[in-house]
């Protein structure tokens, strides 16, 4: 599947260390999300960027820094995190559907398996 | 914010039997309601979605049922298989802001185990 690509798909980073995550999509989409998908919790929104502005922080640490230079790219920087930040971490795209319309399909991507030691 | 409850967390079939999954949500807001299958190891797919101008949906096996009084939402799949065992996540927007780009919040997802 090429519609929405992650890199790396595997990460592993000590607490001191900085790194960043890159997804992109192929499908013509102007919206992108992070979401977290660890073990003991359901999939958490992150970030909503819609048109590369930021629309939507769900209270993330700032340790997590997204960044959208264009509608098709989304980078998530990581900087002096916690083991407890071992996660999934998802990427997402859509189309921006009308004001006061429906939500559109989100797509996802395979997702970078983080490890923090 | 939106809160998602999904029920079961675990959920054991007969193969060929079928299998309801369900979920409600808190804002009365909300219009759009996915499910997403997700297998070991990959990334969630969606495999059926509906909003609210409608009260069902079906896809072959699949159909979603939307009840807007109470705020809850069904999956169903018939004639259940082998390949249906995944864990299934319901979702509705989270914040929902009016425009079309809202992040999903999550139901915490149920397993679904087919037996043979």
């Known amino acids: 599947e090429t519609g929405v690509t992650q890199t790396p798909r595997h990460l592993v980073m000590g607490m001191t260390n900085k790194k960043s995550l890159k997804c992109e999509q192929h499908l013509g989409h102007n919206a992108m999300y992070w979401y977290k998908q660890s073990a003991k919790k359901p999939l958490e929104l992150m970030f909503v960027?819609?048109?590369?502005?930021?629309?939507e922080n769900n209270s993330v640490p700032s340790r997590f820094s997204p960044e959208c230079p264009n509608s098709s790219h989304l980078f998530l920087h990581l900087h002096t995190l916690q083991p407890e930040d071992s996660a999934l971490y998802l990427c997402?795209?859509?189309?921006?559907?009308?004001?006061?319309?429906?939500?559109?399909?989100?797509?996802f991507g395979p997702g970078t398996r983080l490890l923090v030691l | 914010g939106e809160n998602v409850e999904q029920h079961p967390s675990t959920l054991s079939v007969q193969e060929g039997d079928s299998a309801v999954i369900k979920c409600t949500y808190s804002?009365?807001?909300?219009?759009?309601f996915p499910w997403y299958k997700q297998e070991l190891g990959k990334r969630p797919q969606l495999i059926i979605d509906i909003r609210s101008n409608v009260g069902e949906k079906k896809d072959q096996r699949i159909a979603v049922t939307l009840n807007k009084t109470a705020k809850h939402f069904s999956l169903h799949i018939t004639e259940t298989q082998p390949e249906d065992s995944a864990v299934y996540f319901c979702?509705?927007?989270?914040?929902?802001?009016?425009?079309?780009?809202?992040?999903?919040?999550f139901g915490k997802g149920t397993h679904l185990i087919i037996q043979p």
């Open positions: 997402a795209s859509s189309q921006d559907g009308e004001v006061g319309g429906f939500q559109e399909t989100q797509y």
């Open positions: 960027y819609n048109f590369k502005e930021q629309t």
């Open positions: 804002d009365s807001a909300s219009n759009y």
């Open positions: 979702a509705a927007p989270g914040e929902y802001s009016g425009g079309g780009a809202d992040g999903l919040t």
